[in-house]
């Protein structure tokens, strides 16, 4: 994406803000790291957005085997994580132009009309700064948990955003589907944004499919600039092929950095075609990593956290 390009609707444009959106992931821990202060140094340095992740519970025993598993057990990243509303409501008050959102949310596990509630709550009291990243779940043990089925929850995906999308602009709403059903009701309290843009966050061919059809945007998994160049190639034509305009369309991924880490790398998202990049500092590994060691990132001290934060925001954070 050029400077110059027209942004997607939900990335906003405004005098002396960044021409390549950056923003940056929350820490999963450690827990004395206040989602506020974090926020505050964050919209301080020129970051665009800060995002969290969700896994509301994980069981001790993974039975089936995942890319994510190290020894048996899924790493600290997936094990420590705060609500991911409860942390972004912090964020908001402590902040007045930073946007924030999900990179995932694990919707499917949720109750569309509470879901609907908290995030139109959000979004109208941090006055439309709310982006939600949309995920349906993958961790099968997980979903169990919840008493959600994995073979459905792509569908119960779609219906839930296209369910919660008509709550935020209704004033009176009743949803009839196969997975999400309630008759005529108020569920009053209105959104900031007419409605909160959805970002789907589904990756692979199916996940491109869906974002096409029915979200606001596109959360790829995956931070290869030859990749990313030729799924959102894709991406473009499917939104093509189902009447919605690529360029309204924006498309966030996220890597995995460090002080050391070449700004070019960064750019060469952009270049490939990524509207925003989150970075992840200190948290998350890659699917390499995992696989050949080590296993795990452990959290960095407070300290440590905002040193590093100061230090890739003048990297890669750019007006």
């Known amino acids: 994406m050029s400077d110059s390009a027209a942004r997607p609707s939900e990335i906003r444009s405004s005098a002396g803000s960044p021409a390549r959106p950056v923003g940056v992931l929350c820490p999963a821990g450690p827990e004395d790291v206040l989602p506020s202060d974090y926020a505050r140094k964050a919209e301080a340095l020129g970051f665009e957005s800060i995002w969290v992740g969700e896994h509301p519970a994980v069981p001790v025993q993974i039975e089936r085997d995942y890319v994510q598993l190290v020894d048996g057990h899924l ?124 970002l789907c966050g589904v990756h692979g061919p199916r996940g491109m499919k869906m974002a096409a059809r029915w979200a606001d945007g596109w959360i790829p998994i995956g931070a290869d ?43 060469s998202l952009f270049e490939a075609g990524a509207n925003r990049v989150i970075l992840a500092i200190g948290t998350v590994t890659t699917t390499r990593t995992v696989r050949e060691g080590p296993g795990d990132v452990h959290p960095l001290s407070p300290e440590r956290y905002a040193r590093t934060l100061e230090s890739v925001a003048a990297r890669f954070v750019t007006a």
């Open 225 to 267: 600039p030859e990749i990313l160049a030729r799924d959102v190639k894709r991406y473009h034509t499917l939104c093509e092929e189902a009447g919605r305009d690529p360029a309204a369309m924006s498309v966030t991924t996220m890597a995995a950095v460090d002080e050391t880490t070449d700004p070019a790398f960064v750019r």
């Open 75 to 198: 790493p600290y990243f997936y094990t420590n994580l705060a609500d991911p509303w409860m942390t972004l409501a912090h964020a908001a008050g402590a902040t007045t132009t930073i946007r924030f959102g999900t990179a995932v949310g694990l919707v499917t596990l949720r109750h569309p009309l509470l879901l609907a509630k908290i995030l139109a709550t959000l979004d109208r009291q941090s006055r439309g700064r709310l982006v939600v990243g949309a995920g349906a779940a993958w961790l099968i043990e997980e979903m169990e948990l919840f008493g959600v089925e994995f073979a459905t929850r792509f569908e119960r995906l779609e219906e839930m955003v296209a369910a919660m999308r008509r709550i935020w602009t209704e004033d009176v709403v009743e949803f009839h589907g196969k997975h999400v059903d309630f008759p005529p009701l108020y569920c009053r309290y209105p959104s900031w944004q007419k409605p909160i843009p959805v």
